[in-house]
């Protein structure tokens, strides 16, 4: 928009002209802002001009000007479609605008009115306006008030925390400590800088959760699809074994019942046989009884007497075994037994299913939920002082005589303590059973090992946290710094939960119930050591439960 489109204002509305008209000082104005402004010089009786303070004496008549009114119509055609567009719902609309309300796009702090594109015009040509701060139109402009003096809210107040204006400065924060907001968002621009940078490392952490999430879900559809083949591999397997034993043994028992029959039928035809043969002698004899002949009884009688017995009766001896009774006893055991141990497994994989878990819980409360983070720990043997002697598959630690181990750069020797081979991360659990004095830690691997001094002693440094254990007291030590720990009862069985991610490390009395000895809230920057150790002069021993 140039500058001669002040020429096209009305200088008591500010806006352009609606049926301009010129008076004779030719000035021009709205006809109905210069009737009104003459409306009220009717009293007086002398009417002026608004802008030029030029006198008449009496009411000049008043008549519209053509060609002002032409030049206006153009002027307005000329403007952008979108600067004076009608202020709509959710709009502010122009303070200046009359009749038709436009749609307001700067509002000024110093005039407290909110102006459209027209109208703030004057605010960018006008030495006037100079120095006044605009800012753009919103429907909370209220808020850039004081509620208080009505007047634009211009510097802040740090000791209220709040904006406030000139007039407050001099009243109700006379003694405050008051900023320009350049200066008050310079300083606090660092702090939110500070929050967006955690906020961004919170989302990269999320997202590196979202994708360990989506591969475990990945991992556990594939590791799900892999046991159901298993199974039906299984199955199929134990089927066909089944099935291929059961047609076997049903083969040689029905071989045996072939050869068990053809005995039989060759034991019956040798029978039938004698049988027959035995029932033609007794014939034989039979007739040979009723012959009136003498001579001829006489004569028969030494060949039906001396008749040979036949051999077959004295082979045909019945087996006691001769049915499949026995067997089928042995099959029923046989089923019995495969059906006892197919419950006693399936109701110990069933268990094991019902423990598998994507997730862990959050903040574990019983001894069962902080079982389900435990961990197996191998002690590195390299780093234990010679004084420490191991059992238990190197799960168990007491003092003795020195060992003679070669001499090891990662090696103590000096404080009587031992580190665990791998460093954790992520969530962890594990107990420990001890007697007499000893020390359970949390260690990073770049400990110093060799000295006397305090930087070689868990919990005499800033890299690593200890847990100190007698038969009557606890007490916990990081950076040098001992703190006596009262409260829990002390047990000889001492739980230690880590989560690396979240910097949280808790020490627990465990007994019938977890009872909390000590937590410590920091951020660990390394992977973490397990460590374990005496006090030098103090005998003990600890005893490693990774898991239960």
């Not at 000024?108 to 605010?123: A, D, G, M, T």
């Not at 211009?154 to 006379?174: G, I, S």
Request: aromatic share 8%; glycine share 4%; net charge negative.
């Amino acid at each position: 928009m140039s500058e001669a489109a002040l020429t096209f204002c009305c200088p008591v509305c500010l806006d352009v002209p609606r049926d301009p008209v010129t008076i004779p000082c030719g000035h021009s104005y709205c006809m109905s802002c210069i009737s009104g402004c003459w409306d009220q010089d009717d009293q007086k009786g002398v009417y002026s001009c608004p802008q030029c303070r030029q006198t008449f004496m009496s009411r000049p008549a008043l008549m519209k000007n053509s060609m002002l009114a032409d030049l206006v119509e153009h002027f307005r055609n000329m403007l952008p479609e979108d600067s004076l567009c009608h202020a709509g719902p959710g709009d502010v609309p122009c303070d200046v605008c009359t009749e038709t309300k436009y749609k307001a796009v700067k509002f000024c702090l110093v005039c407290v009115v909110s102006f459209c594109e027209l109208h703030l015009k004057p605010h960018s040509v006008s030495q006037a306006y100079k120095g006044h701060k605009l800012v753009s139109a919103s429907c909370k402009l209220q808020e850039l008030i004081c509620s208080a003096h009505k007047k634009p809210l211009e510097v802040f107040c740090q000791t209220d925390q709040q904006f406030v204006c000139l007039l407050c400065v001099l009243k109700e924060h006379r003694e405050h400590n008051i900023v320009s907001p350049a200066a008050e968002r310079q300083t606090q621009q660092k702090e939110f800088e500070e929050m967006q940078m955690k906020t961004k490392l919170r989302i990269q952490k999320r997202q590196s959760e979202l994708t360990d999430i989506g591969a475990a879900v990945t991992t556990l559809k594939l590791s799900a699809e892999s046991a159901v083949a298993d199974i039906e591999r299984i199955r199929s397997e134990l089927m066909n074994s089944i099935t291929s034993q059961c047609s076997e043994i049903s083969e040689l028992i029905g071989a045996q019942e072939k050869i068990g029959m053809r005995q039989a039928e060759i034991s019956q035809e040798q029978l039938q046989q004698e049988i027959s043969e035995l029932q033609q002698r007794d014939a034989d004899m039979q007739m040979l009884l009723h012959t009136e002949d003498d001579f001829l009884f006489l004569q028969n009688i030494p060949s039906l007497s001396n008749a040979p017995v036949c051999q077959n009766s004295q082979r045909v001896i019945l087996s006691p075994h001769g049915l499949f009774d026995h067997v089928r006893k042995l099959i029923s055991e046989t089923n019995q037994r495969i059906m006892e141990l197919l419950k006693k497994n399936h109701m110990q994989i069933s268990r094991e299913v019902v423990k598998v878990k994507i997730f862990l819980p959050l903040d574990p409360k019983t001894r069962d939920e902080f079982l389900q983070y435990s961990c197996e720990l191998a002690l590195d043997l390299k780093t234990a002082h010679n004084n420490l002697l191991f059992s238990k598959g190197n799960t168990r630690l007491t003092w003795g005589q020195a060992q003679s181990n070669p001499d090891h750069p990662e090696r103590f020797d000096s404080w009587w303590q031992v580190l665990n081979k791998e460093g954790l991360t992520g969530c962890w659990f594990w107990e420990v059973v001890y007697s007499g004095t000893v020390f359970i830690a949390l260690s990073y691997k770049s400990i110093s090992t060799k000295g006397p001094g305090t930087e070689c002693g868990f919990g005499r440094n800033d890299q690593s946290w200890s847990l100190c254990c007698t038969p009557s007291y606890y007490s916990f030590w990081h950076s040098n710094v001992e703190t006596k720990l009262s409260g829990c009862p002390v047990s000889s069985r001492v739980g230690l939960y880590v989560d690396q991610r979240a910097g949280r490390l808790s020490f627990y009395s465990v007994s019938d119930t977890m009872s909390l000895i000590h937590s410590v809230q920091t951020t660990f920057t390394q992977p973490l050591y397990p460590g374990f150790g005496f006090r030098i002069g103090f005998l003990g021993s600890i005893q490693i439960f990774p898991k239960e």
